[in-house]
């Protein structure tokens, strides 16, 4: 018989013989790589000290290094690096606006800002193509912009207006559009939006499409038993859930310090066995290419991507709250790495794709275009009365629901002495 040909090595490395080695020499070590796209590598840490009867926080470490520089977007275009300044700036303003109109009284309920954060919605938001999904949570305004609210959705919506997007049911950020900007509409519930987008994912995946679904998670957030459950299960299913972990450092007025053991939130992506990347949220480009990527990732069907942004959540948790806790230093050390301020400075100064005639015609548009919304959302009107029922079924009759099951029923001829459990039941 003759031999057979040498083979070559298998292709699949499951079949693949490893060459034998002495155990001395194999090592128990494992070495997993983070990619980390920052610039600068913040060295502080926050600490709790006793002052007089009261705790407070202290910063410790070097808070006078000098402000990053952005960096250059491996994909965004001179156009694109603009439309999202513009979207930063429309978040930004339209946030002010959003104060103003709480502390003139015409906000039902509070107000919540992502103040410091601007970059890292829009940026993020940016890479999803229109037919992909995205679950923004609270301070994700700019990202529901980029989606295509437009800042008068946004005010009615705080105000409670009848033409909101919940049409008055709702004052906060519980709204969404699962039939044209596919947005999934948040709950409160940390990490509930998880799941729920690897499931969006998977119903794409069942007609046959891969494609990118994106949502938010925050510091305090990530520990939650339904981020790991949602995320792992994408990680399993090798489905393509971009997960932007936004690591502001607190949550409510607890400092990131306090709430995990690990360095970098990234790290907890080796444990679902994803990739796991850093940027500086306050970097657009960074983001943006981040988000890129991992977008890529899962329109290739090589699922889910855990992306931690830092950054810092530069007002307190919602308008009710004056951050008293954070200490000064570090509001002035974030001041200094505004998104906005810094991506401005870049285009008109670094990069000279602006000019000042043009940046000021830019942000001037920009009021233009939010006074004319505040003007709108501000004399619209309030939901009548007798619309408070309505809308919570569907009214068209398109939906009926019929029961398929019965209430069971005891078996005619059952003596009624026997409990319940005990008769034959049968079901319709
Ligand atoms: C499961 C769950 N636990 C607690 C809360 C109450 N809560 C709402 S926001 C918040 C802080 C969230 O902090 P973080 O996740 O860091 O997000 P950030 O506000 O900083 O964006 C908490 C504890 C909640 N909504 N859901
Ligand atoms: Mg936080």
């Not at 920052?38 to 910063?59: A, H, M, T, W």
């Not at 607890?254 to 709430?259: F, K, L, R, S, Y």
């Amino acid at each position: 018989m003759a031999k057979a040909p040498k083979s070559k090595a298998p292709r699949h490395p499951s079949n693949h013989k490893r060459p034998t080695r002495s155990f001395h020499h194999q090592t128990s070590e494992r070495r997993y790589i983070i990619l980390d796209y920052r610039l600068e590598k913040p060295s502080f840490e926050l600490r709790q000290v006793r002052d007089g009867d009261s705790i407070r926080y202290q910063v410790c470490g070097d808070l006078s290094a000098s402000v990053p520089p952005i960096r250059d977007s491996k994909y965004l275009s001179k156009q694109q690096c603009i439309e999202i300044y513009r979207w930063m700036l429309l978040n930004r303003k339209m946030e002010t606006v959003l104060e103003n109109l709480y502390k003139q009284g015409k906000v039902v309920g509070g107000v919540y800002f992502g103040l410091g954060q601007e970059g890292c919605s829009c940026a993020s938001a940016y890479a999803l193509k229109p037919d992909e999904w995205l679950g923004p949570m609270i301070r994700n305004q700019g990202s529901l912009l980029v989606r295509g609210f437009s800042p008068r959705d946004i005010m009615m919506q705080y105000m409670a207006k009848a033409g909101s997007p919940t049409k008055g049911r709702d004052a906060s950020s519980h709204f969404g559009d699962i039939k044209d900007r596919n947005v999934v509409a948040p709950i409160s519930t940390l990490g509930d939006l998880i799941p729920v987008l690897a499931g969006v994912a998977l119903g794409a995946r069942m007609q046959a499409k891969n494609i990118a679904v994106m949502t938010y998670i925050g510091d305090g957030g990530q520990s939650t038993g339904v981020t790991y459950e949602g995320l792992n299960f994408a990680a399993v299913q090798n489905l393509g859930v971009v997960l932007f972990v936004e690591n502001n450092l607190w949550g409510y007025s607890t400092p990131a310090d306090m709430q995990f053991r690990v360095k970098d939130l990234a790290e907890r992506a080796i444990a679902y066995g994803i990739p796991g990347v850093i940027v500086d949220g306050t970097d657009p480009c960074q983001v943006y290419d981040a988000a890129h990527e991992a977008c890529e990732r899962a329109r290739r069907g090589e699922g889910p991507t855990l992306i931690e942004a830092k950054m810092m959540r530069m007002k307190g948790h919602a308008i009710h709250d004056a951050a008293e806790y954070v200490p000064k230093p570090l509001f002035e050390y974030w001041k200094r790495r505004d998104p906005i301020v810094r991506f401005e400075n870049y285009l008109v100064n670094v990069k000279k794709w602006l000019t000042r005639a043009e940046n000021e015609k830019l942000i001037a548009d920009v009021e233009v275009q939010l006074e004319a919304d505040r003007e709108f959302a501000v004399s619209s009107p309030l939901p009548s009365p007798e619309t408070a029922a309505g809308g919570t079924y569907c009214e068209h009759g398109c939906h009926q629901i019929k029961p398929k099951y019965s209430m069971p029923k005891i078996k005619a001829g059952g003596t009624p002495a026997r409990s319940r459990s005990e008769a034959a039941v049968h079901l319709k």
